[in-house]
């Protein structure tokens, strides 16, 4: 016993429904809704500050710290992988802190001198963890890990000495600046010593 299947009907033309000028599924529109625009804007750093020094240097620092990370996991000395992720994410936020001008609306926080904390730490613990890596470990992504670690030192250390100079240099102003009112302190004084 067979039975017959009634035809299928073709669906009709789906009606037509309008869409808002600023989606972001209409290709022809080629803008994106000023609320995307604005996320984007604020997530993606400006051209400005990644042909900074600044901006070089921290991303030089997360990459190569994302990379010795992942040589880290691959290999057999998985128990130093901590150190890369943390100091990965550290520059990452450093890196949006400063693009994203947060620093700037961050008062409390001194940005130089937490920076130049932050370079010192990573670039002692990567010169220790990669003399680790190299004399415990023979495995090669323990040997690239190493070599990537050494590599991130320098970059961190390279990074801490220019803090550190433009710390000095903050603080020669600032000792400019309180020695300028004590010189008119004392010639105000001979001044007045002169006249009596």
Same mark, same amino acid.
């Given at each position: ?14 009606? &037509? ?40 240097l921290l991303l030089a620092e997360w990459v190569v710290s994302l990379i010795t990370f992942i ?18 994410? +550290? ?5 949006? &802190? ?12 001194? +940005?130089?001198?937490? $920076? ?5 730490? &990573? ?21 690239a890990a190493a070599v990537l670690g050494f ?25 400019? &600046? ?8 004392? $010639? $105000? ?6 006249? $009596?």
């Amino acid at each position: 016993m067979t039975r017959s299947r009634a035809p299928q009907e073709s669906p009709g033309p789906t009606p &037509a429904v309008s869409c808002p000028a600023h989606s972001m599924d209409d290709p022809e529109s080629g803008e994106q809704p000023p609320a995307t625009r604005s996320v984007l804007s604020a997530l993606i750093p400006g051209r400005g500050f990644l042909a900074s020094r600044k901006g070089q240097l921290l991303l030089a620092e997360w990459v190569v710290s994302l990379i010795t990370f992942i040589c880290y996991v691959a290999s057999t000395a998985v128990g130093l992988m901590t150190v890369p992720l943390i100091e990965f994410l +550290w520059a990452l936020f450093t890196f949006f &802190a400063y693009s994203t001008k947060l620093n700037e609306q961050l008062k409390g926080i001194f +940005w130089p001198l937490l $920076d130049f904390i932050r370079c010192v730490s &990573a670039a002692v613990i990567y010169f220790v963890i990669s003399l680790v890596a190299v004399s415990k470990y023979s495995c090669a992504g323990s040997k690239a890990a190493a070599v990537l670690g050494f590599i991130a030192t320098i970059v961190y250390a390279f990074d801490f000495y220019i803090i550190f100079n433009d710390l000095i240099e903050f603080l020669k102003k600032g000792d400019s &600046a309180d020695e300028q009112p004590q010189r008119q302190k004392s $010639d $105000d004084e001979n001044t007045d010593s002169d006249s $009596d």
